[in-house]
């Protein structure tokens, strides 16, 4: 029941070939999401998120900057400090290493967050449509 948070395959980022050149997980002055400390089995300590919680600002090469968000409610258990240091393990392995963090649902919400998420199949339709749409 956990939910590991990548980028979409149709995210710009993997899309126009572009070079990412920072990643910073400092959301404001007082919020860095490199300071979620979560300890024991309740997950102590854990940011909690909404699902329009920032959880890092991805800088490209030509000056773009991406605000990612967490999309679901829950605890945040782990970010993924490897892009830190390596940005393109977002582009070249977005759904395994390249992740950007570990979100944790409450029991009781978990079930109607996967009720509420698109299948494979449903998302490649969704992008068709949208690539219809606008051509």
């Given amino acids: 029941r956990i939910c590991v948070i990548t980028l979409a395959e149709a995210h710009p980022l993997l899309q126009s070939g572009k070079t990412i050149k920072s990643i910073n997980y400092q959301i404001s002055a007082n919020c860095s999401r490199l300071q979620n400390k979560v300890s024991g089995k309740s997950k102590r300590g854990a940011q909690f998120l909404t699902e329009l919680a920032p959880l890092c600002r991805i800088s490209s090469s030509d000056g773009e900057e991406y605000t990612i968000y967490s999309c679901i409610r829950g605890r945040l ?12 393990l977002l582009q070249q392995k977005p759904s395994t290493e390249g992740y950007i963090a570990v979100v944790l649902p409450k029991f009781e919400e978990s079930k109607s967050i996967t009720q509420g998420l698109l299948t494979q199949k449903e998302y490649e339709e969704v992008l068709l449509k949208r690539r219809n749409s606008s051509s």
Avoid: G
């Fill in 77 to 88: 258990i782990e970010v993924n400090e490897n892009i830190l240091s390596n940005p393109a």
